[in-house]
């Protein structure tokens, strides 16, 4: 069963940073796409980063050069560290795997999700 669990959520003032963890289990985690992906209440939820197996990654407009998406096979966790955050990055930040890409329903497994909360 797959399992996922994200850290590192928090409270930062804007131009801050965070580093957000999924640590992955119960599957061949090198072979799957990983994202992260993000929802405030009321709104859909919204791509971020993805990176497939052979560590391509791919961004969405509203976070290139400001995030970047990583992986440690060895340990099973993908990363996502966020720079120069604005308050419009407050969102919940959720872990997925096994979908393709940044299409949220594509994706078969989430993790619970990670406040992150930037403040002006």
């Known amino acids: 069963q797959v399992q996922l669990a994200e850290s590192g959520g928090g409270s930062v003032q804007a131009g801050g940073s965070l580093r957000l963890s999924c640590a992955a289990s119960?599957?061949?985690?090198?072979?799957?796409?990983m994202a992260w992906f993000r929802q405030t209440p009321g709104k859909e939820r919204e791509e971020v980063a993805a990176v497939d197996s052979d560590g391509v990654t791919i961004y969405a407009d509203s976070v290139k050069g400001r995030f970047t998406i990583s992986q440690d096979n060895a340990k099973n966790t993908v990363y996502l560290q966020m720079n120069s955050l604005k308050p419009e990055d407050t969102a919940m930040y959720y872990c997925a795997t096994g979908g393709w890409r940044l299409l949220p329903h594509t994706y078969g497994s989430w993790g619970q999700g990670t406040q992150v909360t930037v403040s002006s």
């Open positions: 119960g599957y061949s985690y090198s072979r799957h796409c």
